[in-house]
C-alpha cells in the first residue's frame, strides 16, 4: 500500500492508503483534523495541500479550474479532494479544524 505523510500544525503523520483512496479521507482517517466543506467537490480548496515529494497524479479539469481563482498560491498546491493515492506522497496539511 502507498504511504502516506502530512505536515501539520502538530507534527508529521504517517499512514497507507489503500490505492485509489482520496487523499483527504486518507489524512483525515488518520486523525487529522483537516477541513473539507464543500463535501470533496473542487468549490472551497479548504482541502488543500502542498505536494512535497511523490507523484499526486495528473490535475483534473475541475481542480485546475478552481486553483486558477485564487491568488499567490505555492505552485505545488492541490486540492486533497481530487488526488487518489496511487504512490507514496508527502504532502503539507494547509488547513486544519484546530
Ligand atoms: Fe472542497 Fe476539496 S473539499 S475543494
Do not use: Y
Not at 507523484?55 to 487518489?84: F, H, K, V, W, Y
Amino acid at each position: 500500500m502507498p504511504k502516506v505523510q502530512a505536515e501539520t500544525a502538530t507534527g508529521l503523520i504517517e499512514t497507507e492508503a489503500p490505492d485509489g483512496k482520496k487523499l483527504v479521507l486518507t489524512i483525515e482517517d488518520a486523525g487529522v483534523d483537516i477541513l473539507h466543506r464543500c463535501g470533496g467537490n473542487a468549490r472551497c480548496t479548504t482541502c488543500r495541500v502542498e505536494v512535497l515529494e511523490g507523484d499526486p497524479g495528473e490535475m483534473g479539469e475541475l481542480e485546475r479550474n478552481r486553483l486558477a481563482m485564487e491568488a499567490e498560491l505555492a505552485p505545488n498546491t492541490r486540492l486533497s479532494c481530487q488526488i487518489r493515492v496511487h504512490s507514496d506522497l508527502k504532502v503539507h496539511v494547509v488547513n486544519q479544524a484546530s
